[in-house]
């Protein structure tokens, strides 16, 4: 298939980053405009967080689609070299993938397990010593990154014409019997821990997604969507205990552990100060909201909560921007069109008035201009007005 046919094929079918992100796959395969070819086609099968396994458990079982799913994108992005970036606490994963990879040149490469290498640009960066630049994107280095998961699914959706109607999704925590769920869209979690023997007692909090980044839902009643990664009923040990928040000391330990190598105490005094541009200029929107230094704070501030505080009301004024710049644009183009249609009114009246004919001149006026005759013809009158008046005073 062409290029072009291929990516609206994946894009009707749904296929999008499984790794958390959900960006829809089909724009991250169009190098159009950032790069002619990509030097490194990395899938990501190194687990964004603990107590997931689902991409664990997709290359143990599916290791031949996954494979099936890196030809179609090595098709697309005509890559120099793809590496498969899994964390070396998982052999089993590597095994079954280093088989389907024979003679293939893909290669597998184990990286630390330590969090958040799992993240893209961490990923990158262990693998390919590359970094993105600021406000740009990976493709600027020649590298493009995706799941393992959505390699799978980009599988299913080009060669067995199956859209993305499901995703494998780790339910563990407090319930009977933790497992990894083929699980349709739709299907609600309560669903979902009920096949897995339904809660344990001690169940403090249920969050989707993992303990570091995960939100946490107000009922079991949500619904799996393709961002959903894992359910965790978490207990207590889970959480991190909600002790009272102490005044910042700039004791840098939120510096040291920030994988985005950013200033995180800088960018709370920002956000808490409602300072967005300034918390911009430190590269807020750089920070992947890790949790590793809300984790590490010793005085318990929340300050990935700060960041996504500030992140919400920058895209909140930036849409109030985008709503005023277009309700200016369409008041100016309704008085330029108001203006167009007056000027259209005036000259199809001129066009239907008729034509007054100029008034003939005979006499010493004839071949004067207008102005000259006219003054000409009104002179003798004057000067008869001027007669009479005199013989009426005398």
């Known amino acids: 298939m062409h290029p072009s046919d291929l990516r609206n094929a994946i ?33 990501n099968g190194a687990e964004c967080e603990p107590w997931m396994t689902c991409d664990d458990l997709i290359m143990r079982e599916r290791a031949e689609e996954i494979v099936a799913g890196i030809h179609i994108l090595a098709h697309l992005l005509n890559p120099q ?31 630390p ?23 740009g994107r990976s493709t600027d280095i020649g590298v493009q990154c995706f799941n393992v998961a959505t390699a799978y699914t980009l599988h299913r959706a080009v060669n067995c014409g199956e859209p993305v109607i499901s995703r494998i999704v780790t339910v563990t925590g407090h319930v009977a019997r933790p497992q990894n769920i083929d699980a349709l869209l739709g299907t609600a979690f309560a669903d979902l821990i009920a096949q897995c023997g339904g809660y344990l007692d001690g169940v403090e909090r249920l969050i989707m997604g993992g303990p570091m980044m995960g939100f946490a839902m107000h009922t079991d009643a949500m619904p799996v969507t393709k961002a959903t990664n894992c359910i965790l009923a978490a207990g207590l040990g889970e959480l991190t205990p909600e002790l009272p928040v102490m005044p910042c000391t700039r004791c840098g330990d939120c510096v040291d552990v920030c994988p985005a190598n950013l200033l995180p105490q800088q960018l709370y005094w920002h956000a808490r100060a409602k300072e967005f541009d300034k918390a911009q200029d430190y590269h807020l929107f750089s920070c992947i909201e890790c949790g590793c230094c809300s984790y590490v704070c010793p005085s318990h501030i929340p300050l990935v909560q700060y960041y996504r505080y500030a992140k919400n009301e920058i895209w909140a004024q930036e849409k109030e921007k985008q709503r005023a710049e277009l309700a200016r644009q369409r008041h100016q183009a309704r008085m330029e069109r108001l203006e167009r249609e007056k000027q259209e009114r005036e000259a199809k009246l001129r066009q239907k008035a008729p034509a007054r004919p100029e008034p003939a001149i005979a006499g010493p006026e004839a071949g004067k201009p207008p102005i000259e005759a006219a003054i000409a013809r009104a002179r003798p009158r004057s000067e008869t007005a001027v007669a009479e008046s005199g013989e009426r005073n005398g």
């Open 11 to 43: 894009r009707n079918a749904g296929v999008v980053g499984l790794g958390g992100a959900v960006f829809p796959s089909a724009v991250k395969m169009n190098l159009s405009g950032h790069c002619e070819r990509l030097d490194h086609l990395i899938l």
């Open 81 to 111: 070299e793809v590496l498969i970036g899994i964390e070396d606490d998982k052999p089993e994963a590597i095994a079954a993938m280093r088989a389907a990879c024979a003679g293939t040149g893909y290669a597998v490469r184990p990286v």
């Open 113 to 135: 397990t330590r969090y958040p290498s799992g993240g893209a640009k961490q990923l990158t960066k262990l693998l390919t010593n590359k970094e993105a630049p600021f406000k």
